[in-house]
Nanobody, 117 residues
Framework: QLVESGGGLVQAGGSLRLSCAAS????????MAWFRQAPGKERELVAS????????DYANSVKGRFTISRDNTKNTVYLQMNSLKPEDTAVYYC????????????WGQGTQVTVSS
């Protein structure tokens, strides 16, 4: 089970740090990712990180502003979001990749991020 936290309302230019805590199983050997979905839009991949934390990847829209990281001792993944823009407003979800079914197969319930202009 994955549980996100850290969302909220912030002004443009501000920062938030999202956390995704895993329980029930260890995700320390899973590749993880953050997705987001804005109203009326498709869900999009924001950032991903491999199991060791050494390889990360970002959507072009957030490069240079967002940083994904993980602490496997705490079974937690983070998304540091800086220089937030109104277009970053969305529900943010964390997900874990399943090598068995070759897709992101474990999802959290999401946390709302709202950026006011």
């Amino acid at each position: 089970q994955l549980v996100e936290s850290g969302g909220g309302l912030v002004q443009a230019g501000g920062s938030l740090r999202l956390s995704c805590a895993a329980s029930g199983r260890t995700f320390s050997n899973y590749n993880m990712a953050w997705f987001r979905q804005a109203p009326g839009k498709e869900r999009e991949l924001v950032a991903s990180i491999d199991w060791s934390g050494t390889r990360t990847d970002y959507a072009n829209s957030v490069k240079g502003r967002f940083t994904i990281s993980r602490d496997n001792t705490k079974n937690t993944v983070y998304l540091q979001m800086n220089s937030l823009k109104p277009e970053d407003t969305a529900v943010y979800y964390c997900a874990a990749w399943s090598t068995v079914v070759a897709r992101y197969n474990y999802w959290g319930q999401g946390t709302q991020v709202t950026v006011s202009s």
